[in-house]
């Protein structure tokens, strides 16, 4: 936000100079970035007023202008056309310095000495808007001599503001001066906005229709007639140039003079080019196009909120308007709008338009719902001054859902306990007073437990200061125009303690160095996704993962929800590296996913890991050819996982998961208590996401892990005596699971089984069609002595026939 200081004084009396106050309001929470200054002119630069002119009598081109400068008269050579006798012009005098570093100095053209210059806007470093090519014409009343520096705005201290989100008030220059009133404590002064109306009344001519009232919260209309369209004044001109405003014609200026002046948008029609002479605010129908004010066809559709008269739209609501009834040098009548649009209407039709402006911008922070008939009645007072003509008589106010007023009962007590620090009651309401802001004692609202001796101030908030709703608000304003310099230095009071890891933080490291010595690398993917991302998981339709957080106001449909898984996310990334040829990716993530509670609760938040594997491996490795991934290089890493969190009772069971391989996907768990699953991607799913190769997947919930693991280094000695080992193969069915024989072993093994595992499976000719054999190593020990097959061989036995029993599994002998 460009603020010209001198344009500023006119709302707030100042005495501060313009970087000193530019220091104030940084510290007042408004940061100014830079203060420059527009228009630099030196000295030497005066008014004067053009007694005659003859030609030049060497050249046809050229003229003799004599000048009246007040105490001197000047004759100058000059070729422009534009000027005439009694014209008040720019005139830089001998040793004055052009803008572009040219310095003035008596000199002999075609014979006749020039001992100045009569200077054009570009010459002076000014892009204005002239009738006609040429020499500046000076429009204000000044005396010949004046120096032009103080005729004009030239030198003007400019203040750049970078504001925060959350204040659109100060998006005008009235904002700004309530600012500076609470810091200065001088009075605002409201510029005037008196109308003199005359001729018919606006009813006879127009109407304003709202259909959407959820996207236009108040549309107002006046209409002038009998206007002239022309360059606006220079003083206007100057000091819409100053705040980054190229002028364009006197009506066009003054609604972008009145925007920064309050920071209500406004926008004229031709009123002779609108059908009907009816505003009707509606969406935009499917396909419907628009030729706006910069020549290009723009193609519409609902969810774009256009003006439109009774046949065609007319302009986008809030971020520009149409070629078709702009206003020309041939307008003689307008409309002039000054409405309320739906802050996220307007954000998003500007940005899929690709249609930022400083409207826009205002629109979508906020404007005042209750300052559009100020600002209306003040545009068309500079419209009369600037183009002429007739203010009808009234304003058309379609205003569906007119503002509740808003109080807020602010404590003193509250003010020092947010603050640390006591303010005086009379300061707390001066300051408040100084923001515009009404204050007055408020009655005891808030209960029986507050303090007999408290000081309540019962505050209304005015509709331009949309962002105070709460009291710790209020208590903000006390404190940045109080001044934070003025907190108090405190040593901070507290327990020292040594800061150490937490024990969730310790097992969180212990997961990801384990799964980086594995090989993996972790990503980082968006908590938000597009619902899409679980249609291609092929989930039920009552599939918990669907049931998602959705957001109010996304920025895009791809981040529309909060994920309920944090696959699609690796899924995303895992296509993204496939389409730049990488195609060995080994990544897991650690993060949140969401669901959703009442209505009124913030979501369910659990920590989950997901892993994702597609490739070969090893890598690099001249003595081993790399080989295809496989379903058991993703088991051997959670095992591994598992084992150095010293958790005990892993169990892998077979299971159908929607988006993983119908006969290669697992349930986990752990103690009894499923954690999540692991598998190869079912192919399907494959082809929809376009992997050329195939992907295996796991998702593990953090929680059940967190709570099983023992990070308590445990010892165990070296055995004394040796082990007695037995290798037994059995000829089981093929849908018997290594597993549960696995189990079913160690439970009847006895108290000296060490360790069980699976070194052979083997289908043949000896071994029945449907059957498979499987071949165990057991390792038997006993800790005090040598261990005797007559000790072992009892165990052997009980195991044989507890698998024949549960799995008619028969001892292979051959």
């Not at 826009?360 to 002429?388: H, P, W």
């Not at 962002?467 to 208590?475: A, H, K, N, P």
């Not at 059957?771 to 165990?776: D, E, G, I, P, V």
Request: negative net charge.
């Amino acid at each position: 936000m460009k603020v010209p200081y001198n344009w500023l004084r006119d709302y707030i009396k100042i005495e501060l100079p313009p970087e000193e106050l530019a220091k104030r309001l940084t510290m007042a929470g408004l940061e100014v970035e830079l203060v420059s200054t527009f228009a630099p002119l030196g000295e030497n630069f005066v008014a004067g007023r053009i007694v005659s002119l003859r030609e030049h009598p060497h050249g046809a081109n050229l003229l003799l202008v004599e000048v009246d400068l007040g105490k001197t008269m000047l004759e100058v050579v000059c070729g422009a056309k534009n000027i005439s006798e009694g014209d008040m012009v720019p005139v830089a005098l001998s040793g004055a310095v052009l803008p572009g570093g040219e310095v003035i100095k008596p000199t002999e053209i075609r014979g006749i000495l020039s001992p100045g210059m009569l200077c054009s806007g570009g010459e002076l470093g000014l892009e204005i808007a002239e009738e006609e090519p040429g020499i500046m014409i000076l429009d204000m009343d000044c005396s010949p001599g004046e120096k032009l520096t103080d005729l004009l705005p030239f030198n003007e201290p400019v203040l750049e503001i970078d504001l925060t989100p959350n204040r659109g008030d100060c998006l005008g220059l009235l904002g700004i001066a309530r600012e500076v009133a609470a810091l200065t404590g001088e009075k605002l002064l409201l510029p005037p906005d008196d109308v003199e109306e005359e001729g018919q009344k606006i009813e006879q001519l127009g109407s304003v229709e709202i259909r959407d009232t959820d996207l236009c919260y108040r549309y107002t209309a006046r209409i002038m007639e009998g206007i002239t369209i022309r360059p606006s004044p220079l003083k206007m001109q100057m000091r819409l140039l100053a705040a980054g405003i190229r002028s364009i014609s006197n009506l066009v200026d003054v609604t972008n003079y009145v925007m920064w002046e309050t920071g209500f948008p406004m926008h004229a029609f031709d009123y002779d080019r609108l059908t009907g002479g009816q505003i009707i605010v509606r969406r935009a129908g499917q396909g419907e196009t628009l030729v706006t004010l910069d020549g290009l066809l723009r193609t519409l559709d609902p969810e774009v909120l256009v003006i439109a008269d009774t046949v065609e739209p007319v302009a986008l609501a809030g971020v520009m308007g149409g070629e078709n009834t702009e206003i020309t040098e041939k307008t003689n009548r307008l409309l002039l709008e000054a409405a309320v649009f739906n802050p996220t209407s307007v954000r998003k039709t500007a940005r899929k338009m690709n249609l930022p402006s400083e409207a826009s911008q205002r629109y979508e922070k906020g404007v005042d719902v209750e300052g559009a008939i100020f600002a209306q009645n003040r545009a068309v007072r500079l419209m009369k001054a600037t183009a002429g003509g007739k203010i009808l008589h009234g304003i058309i106010d379609s205003y569906p859902r007119p503002h509740k007023e808003h109080v807020i009962t602010l404590r003193k007590s509250r003010v020092q306990l947010v603050l640390g620090y006591s303010i005086p009651e009379e300061r707390i309401t001066d300051i408040l007073t100084g923001l515009s802001l009404e204050v007055g004692k408020a009655e005891d609202t808030l209960g029986e437990n507050r303090k007999t001796d408290e000081v309540l101030f019962k505050v209304r908030i005015p509709s331009y200061r949309s962002d105070l709703q709460i009291e710790v608000d209020l208590i903000e304003e006390v404190a940045r125009i109080y001044g934070f310099d003025k907190i108090p230095v405190t040593p901070p009071v507290g327990m020292q303690t040594s800061g150490r890891p937490s024990q969730v933080q310790r097992i969180t490291s212990r997961i990801k160095n384990t799964l980086v010595s594995c090989g993996l690398q972790e990503v980082i993917t968006f908590s938000f996704i597009n619902p899409k991302h679980l249609d291609l998981l092929q989930l039920p339709a009552d599939d918990k993962w669907r049931n998602a957080v959705r957001l109010q106001n996304p920025l895009t449909e791809d981040q529309a929800i909060l994920r309920t898984s944090l696959l699609p996310g690796l899924f995303q990334l895992l296509q993204y590296n496939f389409n730049r040829q990488t195609l060995n990716q080994f990544i897991f993530e650690m993060g949140r996913v969401f669901f959703p509670r009442g209505e009124y609760e913030l979501p369910l938040e659990r920590e989950v890991l997901a892993l994702a594997l597609s490739g070969k491996q090893p890598l690099g490795d001249w003595q081993n050819h790399p080989r295809d991934l496989n379903f058991y290089e993703i088991k051997g890493i959670i095992e591994t996982l598992v084992q150095n969190l010293g958790i005990e009772g892993l169990h892998w069971e077979e299971a159908t998961i929607p988006l993983l391989h119908p006969v290669r996907g697992s349930k986990i768990s752990i103690q009894g208590r499923e954690v999540g699953f692991a598998g190869s991607l079912h192919p399907l799913l494959q082809e929809k996401l376009d992997f050329k190769q195939e992907v295996f997947l796991a998702e593990l919930m953090l929680e059940p892990l967190l709570e099983a693991s023992s990070l308590l280094p445990t010892f165990r000695r070296l055995p004394r005596f040796p082990a007695v080992f037995r290798d037994v193969a059995f000829i089981v069915s093929r849908k018997a699971k290594a597993g549960d024989l696995m189990d079913t072993i160690r439970a009847h093994g006895g108290t000296f089984l060490e360790e069980v595992s699976l070194f052979d499976v083997y289908e043949g000719k000896q071994i029945p069609e449907d059957c498979l054999s499987m071949a165990f190593s057991l390792t038997f020990r006993h800790g005090d002595k040598t261990l005797t097959d007559d000790e072992v061989d009892p165990f052997m036995e009980e195991i044989a026939q507890a698998l024949q029993e549960k799995f008619d599994a028969a001892l292979r002998k051959t």
